[in-house]
């Protein structure tokens, strides 16, 4: 894992927040959400490979 991976997380996040509150100041609150949806599923997209990474040593780990 790299420091450039979590400044993109860091910056999607501030990004995802910042559209979140014009939208629901305006009266959108269903944009809102599915901006921060969006946001979330982006993240969890960059961070599958690194989660599958984790498993596969942890199994590797443990085998007998």
């Known amino acids: 894992m790299t420091i450039q991976l979590i400044f993109k997380i860091a910056?999607?996040?501030?990004l995802v927040s910042v559209i979140n509150q014009?939208?629901?100041h305006s009266g959108r609150e269903e944009?809102?959400?599915?901006v921060s949806?969006?946001?979330?599923l982006l993240?969890?997209?960059w961070i599958v490979?690194?989660?599958a990474e984790l498993f596969s040593t942890i199994?590797?780990?443990f085998e007998l």
């Not at 944009?31 to 599915?34: H, K, R, S, V």
């Not at 949806?37 to 979330?40: E, I, P, V």
Request: charge should be positive.
């Open 11 to 14: 910056a999607v996040g501030i």
């Open 22 to 24: 014009v939208l629901k």
């Open 31 to 34: 944009q809102a959400f599915l």
């Open 37 to 40: 949806l969006a946001g979330l």
């Open 43 to 45: 993240v969890l997209l």
């Open 49 to 51: 490979p690194y989660i």
């Open 59 to 61: 199994m590797s780990l």
